[in-house]
């Protein structure tokens, strides 16, 4: 099958995936091309589609996007002041609407990045987001958790395809991480918030390999000390708290 003459080539488009900080495997799909044998999961890629290999749940272009909208916040300081202020500019960097007054599953986005541990800022396929955590396969995470709705319901579509999410972080000290995004949902996130020790009144927001993208210095009504500690404690030991660690250096 020719490249049709008028898109970027592959190669362009995994150099310029590298050059965003997307250092994986790549998958560019055509319409019709079916991988669901090396994808370990049943998928056609729309046309001309970039499709993470290892993470084939994950909204490639949208995980871009939200990067790049961290790194442009943090420029203009948009992760210090008061945390409701700060909250929000999360929730818009994660592709979602600040919707704390809906109902939980039809978009409710209030606990986002608000308690330990719905912090991953998961950007997924949309054919992948109604699956669920059959069989208990993240432990900690209720069995039936339909998240599909509310998903589609909050994502911020000016992101990019797919949508986005406030994941659960439990797991994501297990290496690989064993968490909702790259278990249930087959995705890698976008960023993670981590609330750095010893104080716990800073964070910083790491990517999916747990590069620093950012930092915050939050004030007013941030989570209850407790939550920030224990967001700590769960993504200690894997490769999520060495940039909060750092940071308390």
């Known amino acids: 099958m020719l490249w049709p003459s008028n898109l970027p080539s592959p190669v362009a488009l995994r150099r310029g995936a590298v050059a965003a900080g997307l250092s994986i495997p790549l998958i560019i799909g055509l319409s019709g091309t079916r991988h669901s044998a090396a994808l370990a999961m049943t998928t056609t890629p729309a046309a ?6 290892e993470y084939p749940g994950t909204a490639v272009a949208r995980m871009l996007a939200s990067r790049a909208r961290v790194k442009e916040l943090a420029a203009r300081g948009a992760f210090d002041g008061d945390w409701g202020d700060v909250r929000r500019n999360l929730l818009y960097a994660a592709g979602l609407k600040d919707l704390p007054n809906a109902a939980p599953g039809q978009g409710y986005t209030g606990h986002a ?8 800022a998961t950007t997924m396929r949309l054919d992948v987001a109604d699956f669920n955590n059959d069989g208990g396969k993240v432990p900690g995470i209720a069995t039936n958790n339909p998240l599909g709705n509310g998903i589609r319901i909050a994502s911020l579509p000016e992101l990019g395809p797919g949508g986005s999410w406030s994941t659960c972080l439990l797991g994501s000290n297990k290496v690989p991480p064993h968490d909702v995004a790259h278990v249930q949902f087959q995705s890698r996130i976008a960023f993670k918030l981590v609330w750095a020790p010893p104080e716990y009144d800073k964070f910083v927001l790491v990517d999916d390999d747990g590069k620093e993208l950012a930092r915050g210095n939050p004030t007013g009504r ?9 967001n700590y404690l769960a ?7 060495i940039a ?6």
């Open 222 to 230: 941030v989570p209850p000390l407790y939550e920030r500690q224990r």
């Open 48 to 53: 001309h589609e970039v499709v993470d290999a």
């Open 113 to 120: 990045f608000n308690d330990f541990n719905h912090v991953d």
């Open 235 to 241: 993504v200690q030991g894997g490769k999520y708290d």
């Open 244 to 249: 909060a660690h750092a940071r308390a250096k």
